[in-house]
């Protein structure tokens, strides 16, 4: 069994920062990517950024610049840094792991979602 765990959402001002951070435990055997999803009230979930195995990493327009995503393979965790919150920023943050598991094959695994609260 896969499970990802998310921390570090929270209440934070506009302007203020935060770090994520997705832990993937497990057996699995590849890592193709990791990646952040968001879904603000009323809205389809979006992408926020991704990191694939040995490739670069890449950004939703609206957080280019203020977010920064990295990832720890010896400890299957992928980071969020999130600076210069702003309100649209408002969401339930949700992580992705692409992962090869032996007898089942590659598949898409999510974490439960971390509130992310950017109010004043």
């Known amino acids: 069994q896969v499970q990802l765990v998310e921390s570090g959402g929270g209440l934070v001002q506009p302007g203020g920062s935060l770090r994520l951070s997705c832990a993937a435990s497990g057996i699995f055997h590849e890592v193709y990517a990791m990646g952040w999803y968001r879904q603000a009230p009323g809205k389809q979930r979006e992408v926020v950024a991704a990191?694939?195995?040995?490739?670069?990493?890449s950004y939703a327009d609206s957080v280019k610049g203020r977010f920064t995503i990295s990832r720890d393979t010896a400890k299957n965790t992928v980071y969020l840094q999130m600076n210069s919150l702003k309100p649209d920023d408002t969401a339930v943050y949700y992580c992705?792991?692409?992962?090869?598991?032996?007898?089942?094959?590659?598949?898409?695994?999510w974490g439960q979602g971390t509130q992310v609260i950017v109010s004043s």
């Open positions: 992705n792991a692409d992962l090869g598991r032996a007898g089942i094959g590659r598949r898409l695994y």
């Open positions: 990191i694939p195995s040995g490739g670069s990493e």
